[in-house]
């Protein structure tokens, strides 16, 4: 097997210790490719291995194979589905340094436990307007905003709307495998409408963050 250490945040990131299915603390590796996953963000980080039947579940902190009552492999969620659920119409270009201009906006509103924090995704005449949204007691507040010119393939006018801590975690961990390669690659944003997940994709990996709701919104 062959995963980038660059991807270590991002995949520690995907991973939950707390996630109440035990099978969903560990990453998965079968067609060869590496599988992480809470149930609000997958990742998959394609072709690490040559052998398309291996398959193992492993803790990703003691790297240990993960087993019920001595049985190695327990079944884990069907995830490839995921990234092809939908018909994905929309798409644009986002470059490392836009997630670098992107960063700090996320990290400004990182959520604490007196606080849940979200980001909009506004796609509007080829524009992309990120909002960054805190709510403390449900009252929302606008904590910053940032505009990207984007040639959006397709391009409507919606919004989608997904965990603050989670894009942080992508674009994080993202940026983390970037500084270990002479030359990242950008990635496609891809989504089919405002209540489907979102993902981020190149040839190495897929991203997908699952939308959310609050309140009337």
Same mark, same amino acid.
């Given at each position: 097997?062959?995963?980038?250490?660059?991807?270590?945040?991002?995949?520690?990131? %995907?991973?939950?210790?707390?996630?109440?299915?035990? +099978?969903?603390?560990? !990453?998965?590796?079968?067609?060869?490719?590496?599988?992480? %996953?809470?149930?609000?963000?997958?990742?998959?980080?394609?072709?690490?291995?040559?052998?398309?039947?291996?398959?193992?579940?492993?803790?990703?902190?003691?790297?240990?194979?993960? @087993?019920?009552?001595?049985?190695?492999?327990?079944?884990?969620?069907?995830?490839?589905?995921?990234?092809?659920?939908?018909?994905?119409?929309?798409?644009?270009? !986002?470059? +490392?340094?836009?997630?670098?201009?992107?960063?700090?906006?996320?990290?400004?509103?990182?959520?604490?436990?007196?606080?849940?924090?979200?980001?909009?995704?506004?796609?509007?005449?080829?524009?992309?307007? !990120?909002?960054?949204? @805190?709510?403390?007691?449900?009252?929302?507040?606008?904590?910053?905003?940032?505009?990207?010119?984007?040639?959006?393939?397709? %391009?409507?006018?919606?919004?989608?709307?997904? @965990?603050?801590?989670?894009?942080?975690?992508? +674009?994080?961990?993202?940026?983390?495998?970037?500084?270990?390669?002479?030359?990242?690659?950008?990635?496609?944003?891809?989504?089919?409408?405002? %209540?489907?997940?979102?993902?981020?994709?190149?040839?190495? !990996?897929?991203?997908?963050?699952?939308? +959310?709701?609050?309140?009337?919104?």
């Amino acid at each position: 097997m062959a995963v980038d250490k660059g991807f270590n945040k991002l995949i520690l990131g %995907t991973v939950y210790k707390f996630e109440i299915r035990p +099978v969903l603390r560990n !990453i998965h590796f079968e067609k060869g490719n590496l599988y992480a %996953t809470d149930t609000h963000q997958a990742l998959k980080i394609k072709n690490v291995t040559e052998n398309k039947k291996f398959e193992l579940t492993l803790n990703p902190y003691t790297m240990m194979p993960y @087993s019920i009552k001595g049985k190695l492999n327990p079944r884990y969620p069907e995830i490839d589905q995921l990234f092809t659920k939908h018909k994905f119409e929309y798409s644009t270009e !986002i470059t +490392v340094n836009d997630l670098k201009e992107i960063l700090p906006l996320l990290k400004k509103n990182k959520g604490t436990k007196k606080k849940f924090t979200n980001v909009e995704l506004i796609f509007h005449d080829d524009k992309l307007t !990120i909002n960054t949204i @805190s709510y403390e007691e449900l009252k929302k507040k606008n904590v910053g905003s940032l505009v990207l010119d984007k040639n959006i393939l397709n %391009t409507d006018n919606f919004k989608i709307t997904m @965990s603050n801590d989670i894009f942080l975690n992508f +674009v994080d961990g993202y940026l983390a495998y970037a500084k270990t390669q002479e030359e990242p690659l950008s990635l496609k944003l891809k989504l089919a409408n405002a %209540t489907t997940p979102i993902i981020f994709e190149n040839e190495i !990996i897929e991203f997908l963050i699952a939308p +959310v709701r609050v309140g009337g919104e």
